[in-house]
Antibody
Framework: EVQVVESGGGLVQPGGSLRLSCVTS????????MSWVRQAPGKGPEWLSK????????TYAGSVTGRFTISRDNARNLLYLQMHSLSPDDTAVYYC??????????????WGQGTTVTVSS | SYELTQPPSVSASPGQTARITCSGD??????VYWYQQKSGRAPELLIY???QGPSGIPERFSVSSSGRTVTLTITGVRAEDEADYYC??????????FGSGTEVIVL
C-alpha cells in the first residue's frame, strides 16, 4: 500500500523551532518529487515547499522562505521539514504529499493524515 | 501573489448538476488539479488535465476550461459528494497555489 505518514508535530512557543518527518512506503520514494502542505483551522490548504527526487531543486512559498527548509533522505525513504522562527500564524495541520510522477505535472496524489503544529505561549 | 478564485459555496439537489469554477490569470497556460476534502480528512486528488484522475474516480466528475476559468462539473450529484473542493495550479516561479475553496452543499 502506498503510504506517507507524518510525525513531529506538537506545541511550540513563538520563536521556536520544530522538525517534521514523513516516512513513506509502498512506492519508489527516490523517483518522486515531494511537497509539504499545511492547513490552518477553518482554512484551505496552503502549499509550503517542494523538493525534487534528487534534491537538486527546492521551492518554497513566500510565507516560509528563509524560515523553513525541506530535505529528504532517499536511502531511508524520509522527507523532512525544518521550521524556525515559528509564530501563531504557523499553527496548522501539516501534510506530506507525493507529487504526481511525470514531466510538467504538479498534482499531489498521495497525502498523509497530517501532523498538528500549535504555536502558542 | 498569484491567486485562484473559487465561489465560497455551490448547492445542488441530488441528481442535479453542480459546477465549481476556478479563475486565475495564468490558467490558459496552466493545468489545474482538483481536490476533494471531506470533514476531518486530508484533501484527495480528484481530477486533472483532460479528465485524468486516480483510479476509481466516478465518471460524474469532469473538468472543462474556457479562457482564464476552469470548471469542475459534478453531473448527477450524490449526497456523498458533499465536501470542500479546491483547485490547484502554479505560478510563474513554480510555486504551487491552491484556490480559496468551494463548499458543495447537497440539498
Amino acid at each position: 500500500e502506498v503510504q506517507v505518514v507524518e510525525s513531529g508535530g506538537g506545541l511550540v512557543q513563538p520563536g521556536g523551532s520544530l522538525r517534521l518527518s514523513c516516512v513513506t512506503s509502498g512506492f519508489s520514494f527516490r523517483r518522486y518529487s515531494m511537497s509539504w502542505v499545511r492547513q490552518a483551522p477553518g482554512k484551505g490548504p496552503e502549499w509550503l515547499s517542494k523538493i525534487t527526487s534528487d534534491s537538486s531543486s527546492k521551492t518554497y512559498a513566500g510565507s516560509v522562505t528563509g524560515r523553513f527548509t525541506i530535505s529528504r533522505d532517499n536511502a531511508r525513504n524520509l522527507l523532512y521539514l525544518q521550521m524556525h522562527s515559528l509564530s501563531p500564524d504557523d499553527t496548522a495541520v501539516y501534510y506530506c504529499a507525493r507529487v504526481l510522477y511525470g514531466a510538467d505535472v504538479i498534482g499531489l496524489d498521495v497525502w498523509g493524515q497530517g501532523t498538528t503544529v500549535t504555536v502558542s505561549s | 501573489s498569484y491567486e485562484l478564485t473559487q465561489p465560497p459555496s455551490v448547492s445542488a439537489s441530488p441528481g442535479q448538476t453542480a459546477r465549481i469554477t476556478c479563475s486565475g490569470d495564468a490558467l490558459p497556460n496552466q493545468y489545474v488539479y482538483w481536490y476533494q476534502q471531506k470533514s476531518g480528512r486530508a484533501p484527495e486528488l480528484l481530477i486533472y488535465k483532460d479528465n485524468q484522475g486516480p483510479s476509481g474516480i466516478p465518471e460524474r466528475f469532469s473538468v472543462s476550461s474556457s479562457g482564464r476559468t476552469v470548471t469542475l462539473t459534478i453531473t448527477g450529484v450524490r449526497a456523498e459528494d458533499e465536501a470542500d473542493y479546491y483547485c490547484q495550479s502554479s505560478d510563474s516561479s513554480g510555486a504551487y497555489v491552491f484556490g480559496s475553496g468551494t463548499e458543495v452543499i447537497v440539498l
